[in-house]
């Protein structure tokens, strides 16, 4: 069996994140090395990540500014955006600024868990 995917959650909501994370060690392709609340603490740690899950807003910035500092801290990492919200310019702003993904929090489970997968190994090619 692979090394399990190492996944970086960020969100504001701690009880996305403990949902996230639940589904994300239940699966067992996964191993969440961190969930935070905010766009410093995704920049501390994810060097140790292969995915970063990320939502639109955090605690102290918003996604689009992180997601432009992890592209210079950490540009082999993908991330994965994981929203409330998909307004057709927020997925596009998104996959201008290079997220391997967007959903929201109503994607299926399985097919939320399933382009986890897929941008990580679209990642490591």
Same mark, same amino acid.
């Given at each position: 069996?692979?090394?399990?995917?190492? $996944?970086?959650?960020?969100?504001?909501?701690?009880a996305v994140r403990l949902l996230l994370a639940s589904m994300l060690r239940d699966d067992g392709r996964f191993d969440v090395i961190a969930?935070?609340?905010?766009?410093?603490?995704?920049?501390?740690?994810?060097?140790?990540?292969?995915?970063? $899950?990320?939502?639109? $807003?955090?605690?102290?910035?918003?996604?689009?500014? $992180?997601?432009?500092?992890?592209?210079?801290a950490a540009p082999q990492v993908p991330i994965v955006i994981v929203a409330a919200v998909d307004p057709p310019y927020l997925r596009a702003e998104a996959a201008t600024r290079g997220a391997a993904g967007f959903f929201t929090h109503s994607t299926d489970p399985d097919d939320l868990l399933e382009g986890f997968a897929q941008a990580a190994r679209r990642a490591s090619v």
């Open positions: 069996m692979p090394n399990p995917i190492k $996944v970086l959650l960020a969100d504001e909501s701690r969930d935070v609340a905010t766009g410093a603490e995704t920049l501390q740690r994810c060097g140790e990540a292969d995915l970063v $899950v990320l939502d639109l $807003v955090l605690q102290d910035t918003d996604a689009f500014t $992180v997601m432009d500092d992890l592209r210079l």
